[in-house]
């Protein structure tokens, strides 16, 4: 079956239907472009969507972010978080919703865990942006959702060649699409004009050694996606797990014993996530 690899692109970077990328979302990105803006400002934003505000407040307050409970307003958690966390916040809380819509219930849980394991690396480390972290990698996936909701048809086929050949969605989509779902975050990083700290994750968590501008950020969210492969928590959409990219261990600089720290307090913080995924639909 021939594809027509520019007729897909097309298709997806045209975004013709997915659920309003809300103009919540634009007017954050605007604000957030201007030197003027104030956190005030964004929050009011933010909390003029009531649903919004209260599922960014939830991922602030959950296991992954170390404030359970401390932050009470979206003006509170800018000032802690930052501007372009929120803003990658309130763009996960519009994926996480297609991955629900759609049943892709697993990919949800695979991007909380890898999350939660970003962050946990991070703090090891030493990392100064830990909450960004993990923020790229709740984006991470979001490729997958796009090709699932953009090109149905092929995503059906990348799932059987899954099952049937037993290869990786990576591959799968490779083989049917001609281009895979990191490549269709790298697209909409670029229009939704995420900041490279998110961007590169997104576009490189699976070779992270061709990330440019946020090389420590990627490796991260690389490894965390592999860990959390490893751990069985949700579905990547495969049941493989790929090997750590080499680069990986000399862009973080982790040893045996503080790989060890990392995995025992990744284990115990998704025992801690799982008040968030049994809510996931509030």
Known sequence: MTVDKKKIRKRVEA????????????????????????????????SSDQALSAKVL??????FYGFPGRISNVTHALIILGFDVVKGLVLST????????????????????????????ARKIEHPDPEE???????????????????????????EAVEKKEISVYEAEEDILGFNHATVGKWLSKKWN????????????????????????????????????????????DNLVPQIDAK????????DPLLEEIINEMDDKLEDAEDLLANDDS
């Open 15 to 46: 975004l013709k239907s997915v659920p309003t990328m809300p103009g919540t979302f634009e007017k954050i990105s605007r604000l957030i472009d201007s030197s003027k803006t104030t956190a005030a400002d964004i929050a009011d934003v933010i």
């Open 58 to 63: 939830r991922l602030v307050n959950s296991a």
């Open 94 to 121: 519009s994926v996480f919703d297609m991955m629900l819509a759609r049943g892709l219930f697993g990919l949800w849980e695979h991007s909380l865990g890898c999350a939660i394991t970003a962050g946990v690396i």
């Open 133 to 159: 972290a993990s923020v790229a990698a709740l984006l991470h996936d979001l490729g997958k959702v796009i090709i699932k909701i953009e090109v149905p048809e092929k995503a059906s086929l990348i799932e």
């Open 194 to 237: 995420l900041p490279p700290a998110l961007a590169d994750p997104i576009a490189h968590h699976h070779a992270p050694g061709l990330a440019r501008l946020a090389p420590k950020q990627t490796a991260i969210v690389h490894l965390a996606d592999v860990l959390i492969r490893a751990r069985g928590f949700g579905s990547g959409g």
């Open 248 to 255: 990986t261990w000399g862009a973080l600089h982790i040893s």
